[in-house]
């Protein structure tokens, strides 16, 4: 066991590593481990019945987490969602799919159940690849997770009527499901009664003894716990993790909980999808390569055009329903117990097992692409009357507009902007892609419109060539620089003024095009130290003096800041932090005697903020000398600034 995890752990963690190099998904790493490591390949992980239940738990803190996001209101309002879609997804899915496996001579029972197992999509992948993407809530997103959660109830039916159709159990069909339909709800009601009466006064006790220790154990045990109740009872422990987080959604202590099992959910999940991996025959690609591709491409077609047929014919529009069925068009893990246990029974063939078990594996390996790629997919894929015809709206009402703003992005920020524009009279257009918040603006707005404004074609229809100001007030930072760089395409002089969270990307977005950066953090704080300095007395032009004179250097003096025992030294993207470190210079240190520029400290990758001695800054110049009992400050990555504590004191 512990040779197997060794072997998995270190393969992952260089395979992972390559992919991320590669900006390709962590999911298909993990996967393509599997597949290397397991008996077909390579055979260095030998056969363990620990293996699989440690991976199952992957999958039971994925679902957990998810239903912290997912808290029981808007459980209530995705009912329609889960019960009307997803049920109507399994049934027409599973019927092509049984149809089409009947056809090509497998039994009829066995085509019924494969085509059902075949229905069902993966809750790991695609929840996981959703959440990285930051769609949970997203049209689409809520259509896949509603859809997922009815899917592993069907789960646990199918596997609980393979046992029966095969003559093995002593129940008939007709008492087996609503037996498991009645256990779901005992649990739910228990787990209810526990997240309404005990769970809160658990949470608060451990809260009250600042312990992080015993608040990670809680939550370990609630998730354990849960899982364990629900396998007791014959119930996916998945399900029952995701409605234990989903009671828990609405807690105080959702997001604490959230991240303390996020590191074993990661991990944990890691090890799931590579024993999926592990399942898979490499000498059927080469014997049956052809035919594994065409199962493949079927299975996708297949499921991906009845979910966006469906979606669609209930009322949403064409993106959101071609989106959703990329989302739900691969195969799932329980198809792979669902064919072990058949194949047990003596329902199934094996050879059939394997080409379906290898198809399977192939549209989950496509999925985190297909998601990546889903709004260029979907966009091809859905003719576009209803997009041109408005186009063609945008382009008319805004035709007589000239040096007006454009304000992308229609938030917070957008919308504060655009309050400050109307009171002074100045004429603008908003675009954001949030369709909601575009109905709810537009009642009482005419200039607020709905789309993607990385669209150049979209640019154009509001008047980009016309106005006066572009302001990119989206709040990520890689969707600014797209619709920077296309906004510089289809105007080159227009002034561009971009909203950040940090100063992380502020070089690149100024290299881009950018005439004005603004990071909203860095902002607050100058605002906040102003309003400090102001209110201890000093006079308001000299205050004012200092904000443009930081701004004007850059937020030089607020780069950085002093780490803390919690604090994480990565950024969102993974790139280090800069930060703030005060070295100590005594008698014996290098720099004692030499000026700042003989030591040449910027080079290596800091900023130097200030030099202290005796308590008091010093005047900084390139021939300021330094002395015994000085205080350097500096700000820069945690590398760099080590280099530079060594070349301080050590000369090195």
């Known amino acids: 066991m512990f040779a197997n995890l060794l072997i998995i752990l270190a393969s992952s963690l260089v395979v992972i590593a390559l992919f991320r190099r590669l900006q390709l998904p962590p999911v298909l790493g993990y996967l393509c481990v ?15 019945e620990d293996l699989p239940d440690l991976a199952e738990l992957g999958v039971v803190f994925l679902l957990f987490s998810l239903g912290l996001e997912f808290s029981l209101s808007k459980m209530l309002a995705l009912r329609s969602v889960v019960f009307g879609l997803g049920s109507l997804q399994v049934l027409v899915s599973g019927a092509l799919l049984g149809g ?6 497998v039994p009829t029972l066995s085509a019924m159940l494969l085509g059902a197992g075949l229905a069902l999509s993966s809750t790991a992948i695609v929840s996981k690849e959703l959440t990285s993407l930051g769609e949970i809530f997203s049209g689409h997103g809520q259509n896949a997770i509603g859809v997922l959660l009815f899917q592993d109830v069907v789960a646990v039916l199918l596997l609980t009527l393979v046992p029966v159709f095969a003559g093995s159990s002593d129940q008939v069909w007709y008492w087996a499901l609503p037996i498991t339909l009645g256990k779901t709800v005992i649990l739910f009601v228990g787990l209810l009664l526990a997240s309404r009466w005990l769970l809160p006064r658990l949470f608060h006790e451990v809260a009250a003894s600042h312990s992080a220790e015993l ?3 809680l939550a370990l045990v609630i998730v354990l716990l849960t899982a364990w109740l629900t396998h007791l009872l ?33 991990i944990l999940l890691g090890l799931f999808f590579v024993s999926i991996g592990m399942l898979i025959d490499l000498q059927l690609f080469l014997s049956h390569g052809l035919l594994i591709l065409g199962l493949t491409l079927a299975l996708l077609l297949i499921k991906g055009t009845v979910v966006a047929a469906l979606v669609k014919w209930r009322g949403s529009d064409a993106e959101t329903a071609w989106r959703s069925g990329l989302a739900l068009a691969q195969g799932g893990e329980f198809c792979f117990a669902l064919m072990a246990q058949m194949q047990q029974s003596k329902l199934m063939p094996g050879d059939i097992s394997g080409l379906l078990l290898a198809a399977t ?10 998601l990546r790629a889903a709004p260029g997919i979907a966009a091809r894929l859905h003719r576009k009357p209803n997009e041109e015809a408005q186009l063609e709206r945008i382009t008319a009402l805004n035709a007589e507009l000239h040096g007006h703003v454009v304000i992308c992005g229609y938030g917070r920020v957008g919308q504060s902007i655009g309050r400050f524009l109307r009171r002074e009279q100045q004429h603008f257009i908003a675009l954001d892609d949030d369709p909601v918040r575009v109905q709810e603006a537009a009642a009482g707005e005419s200039c607020v419109h709905y789309g993607d404004s990385r669209r150049g074609e979209l640019l154009t229809a509001v008047g980009l060539e016309r106005a006066r100001l572009l302001v990119i007030a989206v709040d990520k930072s890689e969707i600014a620089m797209i619709v920077l760089k296309e906004a510089r395409r289809i105007n080159s002089e227009v002034p561009i003024l971009v909203r950040t969270r940090d100063d992380s990307q502020l070089t690149e977005l100024k290299a881009a095009g950018a005439s004005e950066v603004v990071p909203e953090l860095l902002e607050s704080s100058l605002m906040l130290a102003s309003h400090a300095l102001i209110m201890l007395g000093l006079p308001e032009f000299q205050v004012q003096a200092k904000v443009d004179e930081v701004r004007h250097n850059r937020y ?26 005060a070295v100590n210079l005594g008698a014996d240190a290098h720099a004692c005697g030499l000026s700042l520029n003989e030591l040449a400290l910027e080079p290596l990758g800091v900023d130097v903020q200030a030099v202290q001695r005796d308590g008091n800054d010093l005047t900084m110049d390139g021939a300021t000398h330094l002395q015994a009992g000085d205080k350097v400050l500096m700000s820069g990555t945690l590398s760099a600034i080590e280099a530079c504590e060594a070349r301080l004191l050590g000369g090195s």
């Open 100 to 105: 089409v496996l009947w056809l090509c001579g």
């Open 234 to 266: 014959g119930l996916s422990p998945a399900l029952g993790a995701f409605l234990a987080g989903m009671l828990l959604g609405e807690s105080h202590y959702r997001h604490q909980i959230e991240a303390d099992i996020r590191p074993f959910r990661d």
């Open 215 to 217: 608040f990670v154990l």
């Open 556 to 581: 030089r003096l607020l780069h950085g800041f002093y780490h803390g025992a919690q604090s994480n030294l990565l950024d969102i993207r993974g790139q280090p932090k800069v930060l703030m470190h």
């Open 361 to 370: 594996f192939c549209s989950m390996l496509l999925t985190p692409l297909l």
């Open 34 to 48: 599997g597949l290397l490591v397991g008996p077909t390949a390579f055979d260095w992980v030998n056969d363990s």
